[in-house]
């Protein structure tokens, strides 16, 4: 592994980030956001505000490699269970950085006090997340069938995972 870095989404990383998450969205796959989205929509899709926040992983270049999301999955009385979501370059895919952001994500969730974490809509035929979720020590609670529109596989099912925390 190399040197990374993870830390908050600046102005200035978004240019790096905006060309593969448009990529990944456009793709099919994985995400649910409007397909054609400006780089102007998709930011405010993507950063999350406080008490949540938006943070990239890079290289010791200044390369940003991927991005998570995290903060309360609900408002009040849902908020000590926290949610996230993650993207990573294709060109930096099977290198480790999702595992890198996740085990940052759970980290943020445990030292800001939270419960547990709970992932809403991982899509059941993204083998990969739902392997390294699964290995990082989240379970399936359910799936809501045929909730997704893949490109490939038409409708699948999208998984609720969990992590206690406690």
Do not use: C, K
């Not at 790096?16 to 998709?42: D, F, I, K, N």
């Not at 030292?111 to 991982?122: D, H, L, S």
Request: aromatic share 10%; charged share 15%.
């Amino acid at each position: 592994m190399s040197a990374w870095t993870v830390r908050p989404l600046t102005e200035d990383d978004w240019p790096q980030v905006w060309p593969w998450w448009r990529e990944t969205v456009e793709a099919g796959e994985t995400y649910a956001y409007p397909l054609g989205s400006t780089s102007e929509e998709a930011r405010a899709l993507w950063t999350t505000n406080p008490p949540g926040l938006t943070v990239v992983l890079h290289d010791e270049g200044g390369e940003v490699l991927g991005t998570a999301t995290m903060g309360p999955n609900r408002p009040g009385r849902g908020g000590h269970v926290g949610t996230g979501s993650f993207m990573v370059a294709p060109h930096a895919r099977g290198r480790g950085v999702g595992r890198a952001l996740g085990e940052h994500v759970v980290a943020w969730h445990r030292a800001q006090g939270y419960a547990a974490i709970q992932f809403n809509a991982v899509v059941e035929t993204n083998a990969a997340a739902v392997a390294l979720w699964t290995s990082l020590g989240f379970r399936v609670v359910g799936t809501v069938p045929e909730a997704f529109e893949s490109r490939r596989h038409g409708r699948v099912g999208l998984h609720v995972m969990h992590l206690p925390l406690g």
